[in-house]
């Protein structure tokens, strides 16, 4: 159990429960109860965090093994991570569901530890990479802090499962999302993700690009059979370029490695440029970044690394289009209003 956790007033109580507004799902939570992630459990005095500190992984690395290519290209990171999923389909798959039952295999960090050894190892920023954040909220909403006070960038991975309110309190400290986008349907998130409304995830996108400010990449997973039908496809790249900007890389894999999801996923890449998007990217290594006026190559990657070849700051040194990169954390720290 945790002990010294500051709630950060996302707990509200309901009669004899306890609120968690961490995620969407809004647990109500009596004594002894475990909400849907399995991390957080109600308690008489109300919320206990058993995930709390406790790390599910940690590396250094290039911020592009996270899904971030247009957001301080090149930069060596900090990815960490806890544990505890807020889908049911992670839950049911993913790798970070349950905490470790040997004590031996409960790593626990501090955030203000992470937070220095990012500095000391000269990480130019943090990421929480492992679990989903909106589980984790208090810990990712202290090392997002820390970090941003030691003037490191800061971004997440997550399915945009948090609630509003929890965004809103680490808005200010937070530089880039990405945003792991299931579908855009009732059956793709039914199958895929695994949530109350999945709209909701939708808004928490656009609340962290549009107030926020945030730098946002989105990532989907093609599987063939559950959301690789066209029209699903051309209403989800459209949300991306109304809601998030054309200029929003979308990064499209394939969710499993048969043959129609890899044509798919193929197609789903073609629809993505006919719509509209100007960043498009793959599974396949070295995949440079165009400009989107000339083409000319403005960023080359090889072998995990990048490099910018033709860039003079932020705009193509070729025809001086401005590519929309990110790459400094001196930002308008909020963005234009939205609803709520
Ligand atoms: S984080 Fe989400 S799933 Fe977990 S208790 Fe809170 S509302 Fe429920």
Redesign the pocket.
């Known amino acids: 159990m945790s002990d010294d956790v500051e709630l950060a007033d996302?707990v509200t109580t309901d009669g004899a429960r306890t609120?968690?507004?961490?995620?969407?799902?809004?647990?109500a939570?009596a004594p002894g109860e475990?909400?849907?992630?399995?991390?957080?459990?109600g308690t008489n005095e109300g919320?206990a965090l058993l995930n709390h500190g406790l790390i599910a992984g940690a590396t250094i690395g290039p911020i592009e093994d996270h899904g971030l290519w247009h957001f301080f290209p090149d930069s060596q990171v900090l990815g960490i991570g806890g544990w505890?999923y807020?889908t049911v389909a992670d839950q049911a798959r993913g790798p970070y569901g349950s905490i470790p039952e040997d004590p031996a295999k409960r790593r626990k960090l501090d955030a203000d530890r992470a937070a220095n050894f990012a500095l000391e190892r000269l990480c130019r920023g943090v990421v929480w990479a492992y679990g989903e954040p909106?589980?984790n909220?208090e810990y990712m909403r202290g090392l997002l802090q820390l970090s941003r006070a030691s003037s490191r960038y800061t971004a997440i991975i997550t399915t945009g499962?948090m609630?509003e309110e929890a965004l809103d309190q680490i808005g200010h400290y937070l530089d880039g999302m990405n945003f792991d986008l299931r579908g855009f349907s009732d059956a793709s998130y039914a199958r895929l993700g695994g949530l109350p409304n999945w709209q909701g995830v939708l808004a928490i996108a656009e609340r962290a690009r549009n107030r926020w400010n945030c730098h946002l990449e989105v990532t989907t997973r093609i599987h063939h059979g559950v959301n690789h039908d066209p029209d699903e496809l051309r209403a989800l790249i459209g949300w991306i370029k109304d809601a998030l900007g054309p200029y929003t890389p979308w990064h499209v894999l394939p969710g499993d490695a048969g043959s129609e999801t890899a044509a798919a996923t193929m197609r789903a890449r073609r629809l993505g440029h006919e719509v509209g998007l100007h960043y498009i990217y793959g599974a396949e290594p070295n995949q440079p970044t165009r400009c989107p006026a000339c083409q000319q190559i403005v960023i080359t990657r090889t072998n995990g690394g990048a490099r910018l070849t033709g860039l003079t700051g932020t705009a193509c040194s070729a025809c001086g289009h401005e590519t929309k990169l990110h790459t400094s954390i001196f930002k308008p720290r909020e963005g234009r209003a939205v609803a709520g």
Do not use: E, I, P
């Open positions: 996302l609120v968690c507004r961490a995620c969407q799902w809004r647990c939570l475990t909400g849907r992630c399995h991390v957080r459990v919320l505890g807020a909106a589980v909220h499962a609630t």
